[in-house]
């Protein structure tokens, strides 16, 4: 029949049609050709953020370590600072030593 005619004959786009089909296999193609350096660059993009978390995580533990070092450093030269004390008073007589401490030696008379 006639639909069967009008079926078999070749449809010609429009010119439009010819020009978006065109522009858009142009696209699809420019987008195959971008895709790999976009995962080139997202890769960096990640590796940069961990190293930078990586970095931060240092930075803050080395901090610490600082910290707990210099905490006690502190707590040794203020005992140390203390049993001075302690023997200076000792000495001068104004303080019994300690039943669980040496008796200072002082100076010889």
Known sequence: GPLTLYLLL???????LQVVGVTLRSLIQSVDEILPSLHRLRRADQQMRLAQ??????????SQR???????TLALDSKNLLDAVDQDRVRANFAEPRPDSPVPEGPEE
Do not use: G
Request: aromatic share 0%; charged share 15%; glycine share 0%.
């Open 53 to 62: 978390q990586n970095s931060i995580t240092s930075v803050k533990e080395e």
């Open 10 to 16: 070749p449809v010609r786009p429009s010119p439009h």
């Open 66 to 72: 600082q910290m707990l070092t210099a905490a006690h």
